[in-house]
């Protein structure tokens, strides 16, 4: 952290990561990035990264100063993510701040991508800009705010959230498979919001066979539907099926193994699901299917599945954050099913400790965040 950086910047900063969150479930698989233009203090222009293919954060924020009648000339510019030195579906952020003529450039984060890495703020500061790179908080929060930019970015994979609902008991079903509905209405809402923002949402055959579910966002003012994908070894799912009837509204992708019946698998693929072949153990298969997904552009995937694919995806290491809405209801029942099946950890020593929780209410419900790595 440079000592040049002040308390009015980190103020400034605040902002732009409020700015940033506008974007959020619209311009996956870009990152969520706010910008605000200051001079002497005081805001000239504010901007974010709306939709994917429209302006970045800068430019908008230079675009604003410019509509409000000022100058940006010799101002300070603070944005959450470095500035892009890049062609992509827009021209370089660090031409239109060269244009612009902005002195100073105040950074919450760095850009982990290959195409980025430095480049942005080294071209600025070759042109005798003024660059600071901040610590402290506003770094850790727009590190946080792009988890699934930066996850996919280093290793090519989406970033995996796994949502449950389950009783005080630790339960997310009775003996019988009841399930329906542990959470409250306003969790279920929030978790159609949570589907909204995701690339894809992901559950079992055994899910798939038993709700018939759509799993699409049913989020007021949604702009899209993430790509629903299933677990299904043996390409079972059912042509019938909500998830097939309604390719023509989401993106529907199969995971099977090659020992899949090869009839099975072509009636999918003509009816306009992407079927991806996955061998070796369920951990493994796992991890082979995110790679896929990550290959075809997928940042982050919400896993509502049941206790043998959350198992698997634990068991790979896969699972970047729980998010666990508890009921203030006990099911009991030595047979009533847990959060994870899978192998688990042998001892607690092996088990996955999260780096940080956090919780609240959720009407009736509470909700528990936590955070098992961080990118």
């Known amino acids: 952290m440079s000592a040049v950086v002040t308390a009015q910047d980190r103020l400034q900063l605040q902002r732009a990561l409020e700015l940033a969150e506008g ?36 430019v908008a924020a230079i675009h604003e100063c410019r509509a409000r009648g000022l100058d940006p000339a010799g101002s300070t510019l603070y944005v ?27 950074i919450a984060s760095e850009d982990p991508s290959e ?30 705010l792009n988890q699934a930019f930066r996850k996919h970015a280093r290793i090519g994979r989406p970033l995996v959230i796994a949502k449950s609902a389950l009783s005080l008991d630790g339960r997310v079903a009775t003996t019988g498979g009841d399930s329906r509905w542990i959470s409250g209405e306003a969790s279920r809402r929030l978790a159609h919001r949570w589907r909204a923002e995701s690339d ?26 993430p790509t629903r994908v299933v677990f299904d070894s043996e390409a079972r799912l059912p042509l019938s099926s909500k998830l097939v009837e309604s390719i023509d509204a989401a993106p529907l992708a199969v995971i099977a193994r090659p020992a899949a019946p090869a009839e099975r698998i072509e009636a999918l693929k003509a009816s306009g699901a992407l079927v991806i072949v996955c061998d070796g153990d369920p951990a493994g298969r796992v991890a082979g299917a995110l ?69 609240e209410r959720s009407d009736g419900d509470l909700l528990i965040r936590a955070r098992l790595r961080e990118w």
């Not at 969520?32 to 954060?57: S, T, Y």
């Not at 970047?320 to 009533?336: S, T």
């Open 200 to 225: 894809a949402v992901c559950v079992g055959i055994g899910t798939a066979l038993a709700d018939d579910p759509l799993l699409t966002a049913r989020e007021p003012g949604a702009v899209r539907q």
């Open 291 to 359: 790679a896929e997904l990550g290959r075809r552009g997928l940042t982050s995937l919400l896993l509502e599945g049941g206790p043998t694919l959350t198992g698997a995806f634990l068991d790979a290491s896969e699972v970047d954050e729980l998010r666990l809405f508890v009921a203030p209801i006990v099911i009991g029942g030595a047979g009533a099913s847990p959060v994870a099946g899978g192998t688990g950890a042998a001892t607690i020593t092996d088990a996955t400790r999260a780096l940080a929780m956090e919780w």
């Open 23 to 58: 974007g959020r479930g619209r311009v996956s698989p870009n990152p969520l990035v706010g910008a605000i233009l200051a001079r002497q203090g005081e805001v000239i222009g504010e901007g974010f990264h709306a939709e994917l293919g429209g302006l970045h954060a800068e």
């Open 80 to 106: 959450t993510l470095e500035p892009c030195a890049h062609h992509g579906r827009q021209p370089p952020c660090t031409e239109a701040i060269l244009e612009a003529r902005i002195a100073r450039v105040v």
């Open 115 to 144: 195409k980025a890495s430095g480049r942005g703020p080294g071209i600025l500061r070759d042109e005798g800009l003024e660059v600071e790179v901040v610590g402290g908080p506003e770094a850790a929060a727009a590190r946080l």
